[in-house]
């Protein structure tokens, strides 16, 4: 195993790799050849017969969120997007300021999207409010954005990054058996990448009082699960995520099944960063020592 940090140095080194911003980076040469064609690869996973592929507009609305009762639940990780105040007083201040950048933040309008923190989000709310009389499988995918502060590392947990998402609507046993499915073909396409993974039960870190007691249902029930890859002998991140939201989207967003009751949800999540990482660590930052990536897609069977 290669050390991430090693591994960082060396691609910042030769220019591969650079930050506009602490989490938000940008990969170009080989490593970023490899980001791509590892993108393709989990693309191919996740789409196939039956699977709706949406292109979800950058950005959600807030209202869509507090459906989704996101503030009281993860309002650390929010970033909004605000243009500058169409004011002719405040809009002559950024011109003429010594330090326009610095006067754009005493100009802003108030906000009214927030860049997407998750791609699923777009599915409930295109779907709010509708009868669905059938099982749906919509894959998406998108930039996301979650800021985490002095958490935030190159490739490893960006305020900016990439995910790949199906969504599964339907029954309690349609999201049992999408969800199981996902776990089997996402840990054989880690295996066909020479990467032992494990999965393992986990929980999101929400910020709410009440947000212990969710934490604790989540890994009591098993409703989220995440595929970790090794960093090195002692650490892994999680790769992928399969969610079990139970009937909480249908209730919150309104939609429904033929017989009127809240239709249930799941999801699963690849972050792109991370496998690229995950690989870097293994096969170390020259493209000289990586192995060919051919045939890696599973193809027992889809969603």
């Not at 002559?92 to 005493?106: Q, Y």
């Not at 139970?246 to 699963?268: L, V």
């Not at 690989?279 to 969603?303: F, K, Q, R, S």
Request: proline share 7%.
């Amino acid at each position: 195993m290669w050390p991430t940090d090693e591994v960082i140095r060396a691609l910042t080194e030769r220019g591969d790799l650079w930050q506009s911003a602490p989490g938000v980076t940008g990969l170009r040469g080989s490593v970023g050849s490899l980001c791509e064609e590892l993108e393709r690869a989990i693309g191919a996973l996740l789409v196939g017969e039956g699977i709706e592929e949406w292109r979800v507009p950058p950005a959600i609305p807030l209202e869509a969120l507090e459906r989704a009762d996101y503030f009281t639940s993860f309002p650390q990780w929010l970033t909004v997007a605000a243009h500058l105040d169409a004011d002719v007083e405040k809009m002559e201040m950024v011109a003429t300021a010594a330090s326009p950048a610095r006067a754009c933040s005493r100009a802003l309008a108030p906000a009214e999207v927030a860049l997407m923190p998750a791609v699923c989000y777009h599915v409930y709310a295109a779907l709010a409010d509708r009868v669905l009389p059938a099982a749906r499988r919509v894959a998406v995918r998108g930039t996301c954005w979650r800021h985490e502060g002095e958490r935030l590392a190159p490739l490893e947990r960006g305020w900016a990054f990439t995910m790949l998402e199906v969504v599964c609507l339907g029954s309690p046993a349609d999201v049992e058996e999408f969800l199981s499915c996902g776990v089997q073909r996402a840990t054989d396409f880690a295996g066909a990448l020479g990467l032992p993974a494990t999965v393992a039960d986990a929980s999101d870190p929400f910020f709410a009082p009440t947000g212990r007691g969710k934490a604790l249902l989540q890994r009591m029930k098993r409703l989220k699960r995440e595929l970790l890859l090794p960093l090195d002998a002692e650490r892994g991140i999680a790769a992928a995520s399969f969610n079990d939201h139970q009937s909480f989207f249908g209730e919150s967003f309104g939609i429904r099944d033929a017989d009127g009751e809240p239709i249930s949800t799941g999801c699963i999540a690849f972050g792109i960063e991370r496998w690229v990482l995950a690989w870097l660590a293994a096969y170390g930052p020259e493209p000289d020592g990586w192995p060919v990536m051919n045939n890696v897609v599973p193809t027992n069977g889809g969603y």
